[in-house]
Each structure stands twice: as C-alpha cells, then as structure tokens.
DNA sequence: AAAAAAACGGAACCATTACTCCGTTTATTA
DNA sequence: TAATAAACGGAGTAATGGTTCCGTTTTTTT
C-alpha cells in the first residue's frame, strides 16, 4: 500500500521581490481571513495610536487570539513591516504619477502630500523614520524603493532649476523625517504649512 | 521634662521659581555628596545613550545604590527634569549674550548654537523635545524661560527683516525639535550643516 | 562616646509586553 | 461523515525596568 502523501502539494508562502508575503492560495478559508483582519486592524491602530500599541491589544481588537496574531506573524517587528509596506508602496505609486508634472511642481507637490498623510498617521510616521533616522545604514526592498523614487523626483527639480543642487535624496529623507517628528505630536496642519512653506524655500535656495 | 524637639529646625528643601531645586544646607554631607554625583553621572549617561538608559545603571555607574538616587529624585521623570533644566538654562544664558550682537546674526547664531551642540547630546535633544513637542501645551518654568528667550531673538530679528514676519516662536520651536530628531541619530556634522542651511534660508523667506 | 537622626543599599515587588506551548476547534479531504 | 491536517486561543513564560521597603551604616548632635 502507497503511503500516504499530501494530498495537494501546496504552494508554500513566499516573498516577492520587495518583501512583501504573497498570499497564495495555500491558506485556509479561515486563516486567509483572519490575516487580513489583523492587518486591517493594525493598520488602523497602528496610524492612530502609534507603533508602541501591544499585541494583545490588537488581538483583542481584532477579536482574534493572540496566538494567531504570532502564528501570521511571527514577530511585533514582522506586523509593523507589512503595515508599513503598504504605506509605502502607495506613496512609492504617487511618486511614480507624479512624474508626469512638471518637476519643480511634482517634487513639492509630493512633499506636501507626504506631509499631509503623515499628519495624524502615526504609523505612517514611523514607516519613514524606518527609511529616514538613519542615513548611513544602506537600505533594501520597499525603503529603498522609496528613496528612489523621491530620488527621481529630486533630480528631476533639481535639473530644472526648482530645487538647490547641495542637497541629495538622503538630506530629503532626514528633514522629511524631522517634519514628520514634529507633527507626530502637532496635528495642527496650520503648523504643517507654515512648516512646509520654510522647507519649500530652504529647498529652493539661494535667496 | 520638655519633649525633645528637632535640635535645631533645618531648613527644607524648597523649588525656586524657575523649578530647580534649591539645594540648601539642610542636606547632610554624604547626601550632598552624593546628590551631586548622580546628577553628574545622569547628565553624561543621559547625553550620550539617551534617557531610556534605566535607573540602575546610573545608580551601579555613580557607585550608589538604587534607593539612594530614588530619595533624591523621587521618580526617573523628576531626575529627567534636574538634568534637563541646567541644559536649557546654559542656553537661555548664551541667548542673553546673543542679544548684543547684530539681530539677525544673534538669531541665526544661536540656532546654529543649538544644532552644534545637540548634535550627539540625546538629553539637549530631549530637553528640547520636551518643549517643542507639543506645542498647544502651555509651557511654564524653565521651558517657559527659553521659549521666551529664543522668542525675543526672533523678534528681533523678524524687525530687522532677518526673518520672515509669517512665523512665530512655537513655529521655531517645532522646527528645532526636527531638526534635532533628525540628528538623533545622524551625528554626521555634514547633514547637520545642510540642513541648518535650508532651514535658514527657509526662515529668511521670500526668495 | 553614646544616642538620635539621616541616609544608604539592594533585594523584592509590580506592571508591562513580547513571545511560546499545547489542548481544543475548525476546515478540508477522501 | 469520519479521519486528518491546519489553525485557533489564551494561559503561561521571560525579560525589562520603575519603584518600594526595611535592615544596616554613617553622620551629626549632645
């Protein structure tokens, strides 16, 4: 007698070029479910209470075990990033739209939007300080997807005149990251404007 | 027989107005002693790895125990605050100085003042996190103080058509504390250089 | 120098949070 | 629908860090 075998050879989960899990079909109806649900909810959370929110919060939030929370992910970090991944990836799209403008308009047309997102949305705060604290450690998969579409959208205004050439991308990424800071704790968009109104002219340069 | 009574009514430790606490003579000689070391030891630790930096590794590295830092400073918060208020009150004073020179350098300056020596001091930085950070908060003591210093530097400088007129001392102030988050963890003195060059030109405006 | 008062030290306590383990439940398969 | 595999749930574990308590030591007073 054949031994018994899986029935179905699964497919297993795997990462697609920029980190992200891509959800096969390998699933069962109710985990698929529930792994959405939590990233549903995390997202949420997470944008308004902040990255420091407790698992088990979440789990209770969700309505879900907290076991199963760590089965889908298997650390608070591993939550985050998928989170964030997202975050990023639909800013990474503006950008990429964005490019059709004018440079100077489309560089600073995308600073204003990230500011304005980020204002309230903590985790989207935290997303770039993942990609902005610090400059020198190289980054990979979606952060780095990021720089360089901002990096794009840099070079661009700058060879057109509309943004000072003594800046590079990470310069952007660190002061986007102290804006973001600032506003972390200062909803207040009246503040983001005026904060990005300096910022703008600081960019522009030369007086 | 009278009762026995305090030998002699030793004065009490008092707050002055600007908050510090007024270290009198009521303190016996090893507590004066000691209360001095900590402090000491605190302000270094703090400066250099951040206030996360628990309570008993700065009791184990000022050679005391526990409970003797906590009869000084009663919670961390408050050990925080002594470390805190003589950075700030060190910069409330070169403010003072400042206000000599020509408006619009004496603003510029000191900004520059700021940014050099937060950079790779986590506890400036947080001591001007704590002031900067939610703006809508009403400050009050030695907060209060610097605000107010930074806030006639600026002033004056806005008379003198150094700084634009659209901004005011809490824009400042929150701006600073992005900057400062930004060098957190980027010590570099380079980014640190480029960015004070477009928030300057930022704050001069109208280009 | 003895008594009283003040200060010391650090073990123990408590709260928080990330994460594990395993008995139970649910979905899938045959 | 019974057997099997997958997933669930949440009590329990471990590590961390602020704070308290109280027996011991040091300073000050008489």
Known sequence: MPEKEPSQAREDKGTNSTGAVTTGKSLRADARRNRERILDVATKVFATEGLEVPIDEIANRAGIG????????????????????????????KAREMLEQDPG??????????????????ALIAALARSGADIRRPLSGISLDF?????????????????????????????????????????????????????????????
């Open 66 to 93: 907290i076991g199963t929370v760590y089965r889908h992910f298997p650390t608070k970090e591993e939550l985050i990033e998928a989170v964030v991944f997202s975050f990023k990836q639909r800013l990474i799209e």
């Open 147 to 207: 720089q360089n579409a901002l990096g794009e959208l840099l070079n661009c205004a700058q060879q057109a005149g509309s943004v000072r050439n003594d800046i590079q991308v990470t310069d952007i990424t660190a002061i986007l990251f102290g804006v973001m800071r600032t506003l972390e704790y200062n909803d207040d968009s009246g503040l983001a404007e005026r904060i990005l109104l300096v910022v703008r002219d600081g960019l522009r340069g030369h007086c």
């Open 105 to 122: 308009q489309a560089f600073f047309h995308f600073l204003s939007l990230i500011v304005r997102e980020g204002t309230g949305n903590k």
